[in-house]
């Protein structure tokens, strides 16, 4: 259920598939008018306390949203405060190379297949190879089997291989412990099997984790007039 915002409420949203609609590649999103805009009122009336916790790099989240939001970008593994200041919580793994080449290898093979490296965790992006899912989950269980430090992660026609120990909910976690959203009630949006642990979190801590499918009817338009209800005159 939707709750009403309000001043109180200390924001996190994810981006693709919530704010903004898929498309090919993540440079080929089309970002709805009034976004940036939209945004900065939302966190103003926070006194900042709006963050974005994407998949995405830090500096793909600014281009998306224009401006320097904090954040918790590649789900999690860089975190950037109120102040500005970035966090680099887990580094990368030592065969990581080793696996980019693989990867790189593998894509070769299916035309399609996108690699994306990101600073500590590599995707295999095949939203325009759907056929290569299955060969390049296989391909890639059996590459980590031998490295418990990481983890693959089902994306949204993606796979990941990460570190072990970060996650949005963690991440949503770590602000919330920090000015300003410490004492406020966190709500989260997003649609992804990624961001059902920041679901939970925000559950957890007493506020609301929601879901574009469950909540909005998987329509990125449905959050975007939910969030700008909240600046109308009048508004809580």
């Known amino acids: 259920m939707q709750p009403i915002l309000t001043r109180d409420h200390a924001l996190f949203l994810d981006l693709d598939g919530t704010l903004l609609e898929f498309a090919p590649t993540a440079e080929e999103v089309a970002v709805p008018e009034g976004l940036a805009s939209m945004l900065r009122g939302l966190a103003a009336q926070r006194d900042g306390a709006l963050a974005i916790l994407s998949g995405r790099s830090l500096a793909q989240i600014d281009v998306v949203t224009g401006a320097p939001f904090p954040a918790g970008a590649e789900h999690g593994f860089v975190l950037r405060d109120a102040a500005g200041v970035i966090h680099h919580p887990l580094h990368e793994t030592a ?34 190879a759907p056929a290569a899912g299955t060969a390049l989950r296989e391909m890639i269980g059996a590459m980590i089997a031998a490295s418990p ?88």
């Open 149 to 236: 430090e990481v983890e693959l992660l089902a994306a949204n026609m993606a796979w990941e291989i990460r570190p072990r120990g970060a996650g949005k909910g963690r991440a949503l976690e770590w602000f919330m412990a920090r000015p300003p959203f410490a004492g406020r009630v966190p709500v989260f949006v997003g649609d992804d099997v990624t961001d059902e642990e920041a679901i939970a979190a925000a559950a957890a801590q007493g506020g609301h984790g929601l879901h574009v499918h469950r909540d909005f009817g998987g329509r990125p338009g449905a959050v975007l007039a939910w969030l700008g209800s909240a600046l109308v005159p009048g508004g809580v």
């Open 95 to 128: 065969n990581r190379a080793a696996w980019r080449a693989a990867l790189e290898a593998a894509a070769a093979a299916h035309p399609g297949v996108r690699i994306e490296a990101k600073s500590a965790s590599l995707v295999a992006h095949f939203r325009a």
